[in-house]
């Protein structure tokens, strides 16, 4: 089946790290997706992760994905009032022509 | 030029008018979503245009009619539509739909309300 959930809200102090989770049902997902999305705009893909791989690492991002445990991760370092949005995981088969978008987690930051 | 075009970006709209959403890319992708996103909701997917062709229609109703006149342009004409339809709509344009990294390329968006 396709379910793709995370948990709705974030706040983190600014400077701190940053750690949004993802959990997803689909062993069969080839490719995992953070997007990240700011009031009023469009989804802006950040970053993504083959199935093969456990760690991606892109400046202040690093991605972690634990496929037996089916749980994906992004951990935001020095986090800025810049990355206040919703962040959305996603998954995509390598059978299937759509990608699957979780409920997206909302990140506030405070002083 | 690695931008998705919206427009409009705001629409209101009667329950009896008639209306379309246009999107537009120059990165010579061959694929193209129409995406709706309600209020603190991930994007749905509703239509996937895949070589100019419909590939993926998500049991959209009627009343939202996708048309690709070209592999640039993606349009997504409106009627008859009911005030839950009210929502951003979103394009979204990939290299092609099998294409290993998936990337999607998102337009701003159309704002729409329907009265």
């Known amino acids: 089946g396709e379910d793709v959930e995370q948990s709705l809200f974030l706040s983190v102090r600014e400077g701190d790290s940053s750690v949004i989770n993802c959990t997803y049902t689909?062993?069969?997902?080839?490719?995992l997706y953070w997007y990240k999305q700011e009031p009023g705009a469009g989804l802006q893909l950040l970053t993504y992760?083959?199935?093969?791989?456990d760690m991606k690492q892109d400046q202040r991002l690093t991605v972690l994905l634990n496929k037996k445990d089916k749980h994906l991760s992004l951990r935001i370092a020095d986090t800025q009032t810049g990355d206040s949005a919703i962040y959305f995981c996603?998954?995509?088969?390598?059978?299937?022509?759509?990608?699957?978008f979780g409920s997206g987690t909302r990140l506030s930051i405070r002083p | 030029d690695t931008e998705v075009t919206q427009t409009p970006k705001h629409l209101v709209m009667g329950m009896t008018n008639k209306k379309s959403l246009k999107c537009e890319q120059h990165?010579?992708?061959?694929?193209m979503y129409w995406y709706k996103q309600k209020a603190k909701k991930p994007p749905e997917l509703m239509f996937v245009?895949?070589?100019?062709?419909?590939?993926i229609n998500e049991s959209v109703p009627s009343r939202f009619s996708p048309e690709c006149p070209n592999s640039s342009l993606l349009n997504l004409h409106l009627h008859a539509l009911q005030p839950e339809d009210s929502a951003l709509y979103l394009c979204?344009?990939?290299?092609?739909?099998?294409?290993?990294?998936?990337?999607?390329?998102f337009g701003e968006g159309s704002r729409l309300t329907v009265l």
């Open positions: 996603a998954e995509k088969h390598s059978s299937a022509s759509k990608i699957i």
């Open positions: 990165m010579g992708h061959r694929a």
């Open positions: 979204a344009s990939s290299q092609d739909v099998d294409t290993n990294t998936g990337e999607l390329f």
């Open positions: 992760i083959f199935s093969n791989m």
């Open positions: 245009y895949s070589y100019e062709k419909l590939s």
């Open positions: 689909d062993s069969s997902s080839t490719y």
